[in-house]
C-alpha cells in the first residue's frame, strides 16, 4: 500500500485526538514505506508517490498512448486511492478508462478524463478563468477543468477579448474578487496585459494557437505575452491550459502573507 498526504494526515490527527495506538500508527506507515515508490507496468512506471513530493498525483498525457495503454495507467492510479487526470484525451481513450474506472467523467471540449477521489487540498479562494474568444475555450476549459480537480473554487468569464473591452470592463468586480486569474488568448495575445493593468493578484497567461498567417500558430500571442509590460504576468507554453490551471492551483494553496 501507499499513502497520501491526506492519509498520513488523518493518521496523525488519529493518534493526537487517542482515537489510534501510536504502535498501530507506526505499523501502518511502516507498511507504506515498504511499498515501492512506483508501479512498472512494463510499457509505464506510475509513480504513487508524485502527491507526497508535489502535492497531487502524477497526470497522464494522452497524446502518443494508446487507449489501452491509458486505461491500464488510470487503472492503477485509481486503484491506489489517487485523484485521476489523464490530459489530450480521445473519446476512445475514455472508452478504455471506464472500462476499469466506470464512474470516470470525460470533458470533450477540454479533452480530459477525471475521477475525483479524497485526496485533493482544498485551494483558499477563487480562481478566475478569462477567455479572450470562444475559439479559446478548448484551451480555456482545460485550465478550469484542471484547477477544479485540484480542489478550487473556479469561476468562468469567456469572450472579453480586446476588439470589445468594454465586455472586460463591465466585470471589473469579478477580476478583483479573485485570488489568482488565468487569461487565455490568441491572435496577437494582448488580454493578459489588460487584465494584469487592472488587478493585484497573480496572473497566469496562456497563448493558444488561434490566428491566421502571421499569429504563427500561437507564437506571436506567446512573444506579446512574454514582452508583456505590464507586472505580475507568468507565461505557460502555447495551448497549456493544463499548465495554467495546475500552477493557479498550487498558488491558490498558499495562506496569505
Not at 208 to 227: D, K, P, R, V
Request: hydrophobic residues 45%; contains cysteine; glycine residues 10%.
Amino acid at each position: 500500500m501507499t499513502m497520501s498526504a491526506s492519509e498520513l494526515r488523518s493518521l496523525l490527527d488519529g493518534v493526537a485526538s487517542g482515537r489510534l495506538e501510536p504502535a498501530d500508527a507506526e505499523q501502518r506507515v511502516m507498511a507504506a514505506l515498504k511499498t515501492p515508490p512506483f508501479h512498472d507496468l512494463g510499457f509505464a512506471r506510475v509513480d504513487h508517490h508524485r502527491a507526497v513530493r508535489q502535492g497531487f498525483p502524477e497526470v497522464v498525457l494522452g497524446l502518443g498512448k494508446t487507449p489501452a495503454q491509458i486505461g491500464a495507467i488510470a487503472s492503477e492510479i485509481v486503484d491506489r486511492g489517487s485523484t485521476l487526470l489523464v490530459t489530450r484525451a480521445s473519446a476512445a481513450a475514455y472508452a478504455a478508462v471506464c472500462e476499469r474506472v466506470p464512474n470516470a467523467t470525460y470533458h470533450a471540449e477540454a479533452g480530459l478524463i477525471t475521477y475525483r477521489q479524497q485526496d485533493v487540498v482544498a485551494g483558499k479562494g477563487t480562481i478566475l478563468v478569462v477567455a479572450a474568444g470562444t475559439s479559446d475555450l478548448p484551451v480555456a476549459e482545460e485550465a478550469a477543468c484542471t484547477a477544479d480537480l485540484m480542489g478550487n473554487t473556479v469561476e468562468r468569464l469567456y469572450d472579453v477579448g480586446v476588439a470589445g473591452i468594454h465586455r472586460l470592463l463591465s466585470e471589473r468586480a469579478r477580476l478583483e474578487s479573485a485570488r489568482v486569474i488565468i487569461v487565455v488568448a490568441g491572435m496577437e495575445g494582448a488580454l493578459p496585459s489588460v487584465v494584469s493593468g487592472l488587478v493585484h493578484v497573480p496572473v497566469i497567461a496562456v497563448p493558444t494557437s488561434i490566428g491566421y498567417g502571421a499569429a504563427m500558430h500561437g507564437q506571436t500571442a506567446l512573444f506579446g505575452m512574454l514582452t508583456s509590460c505590464a507586472s505580475g504576468i507568468t507565461v505557460v507554453n502555447i495551448d497549456n491550459g493544463f499548465g495554467a490551471g495546475y500552477a493557479a492551483a498550487l498558488i491558490n494553496r498558499r495562506d496569505d502573507p
